[in-house]
């Protein structure tokens, strides 16, 4: 039974190796995974069902920022290219249509929308979300080294005894 649990932890390491390289382009990084060889095979499927939950908020966050990037870009081009319209666009008293609306719209841009994806998407958004997700992954770590940082420093006030100098604490 040891031998089993023993390879299925080697078979966990290296799921949770593979799992980080797609992770880290979504600038995220899979769970600790756990080393404990009591859970075993229920310990590693717990760690995977819980990854999978967290790789829903990980794929939504991407999806919305891959909206907000291909939108901010199309805007961009547009008054890059002197559209007259884009400030009627902000406006407070501007009512956006309906999905639904935009119907005849929607038929006519094909070709445009086409040439975005294959020609601005491809190339530069892929880029830019590969950025924003490495910033984000930056912030959490450095977020998570401050938590960490200020709960060693509770943990140190807490325990205020004196003590004397180890050895190699003395210059």
Known sequence: MDKVIRETLAQ??????EYKKPLAAF???PSVLPEDPEGGVAGLLDWILGEFTA?????????????IVSCESILAILDHEGCQDLSRLGSRDFVYPSHSELGRNLENIQ???????????KETERGIMREIARSRLEVAKAV????????EGTEDAGTSEARP????EQV
Do not use: W
């Not at 070709?111 to 998407?121: E, I, L």
């Open 55 to 67: 790789l829903s908020e990980v794929l939504g966050n991407t999806t919305d920022n891959a909206a």
């Open 27 to 29: 600038g995220a990084e």
């Open 12 to 17: 966990g390491r290296l799921i949770y190796e």
């Open 144 to 151: 998570e080294a401050e938590v960490a940082s200020a709960l």
């Open 111 to 121: 070709a445009v929308k086409k040439s975005f994806v294959r020609r601005f998407c």
């Open 165 to 168: 100098a180890d050895a190699d």
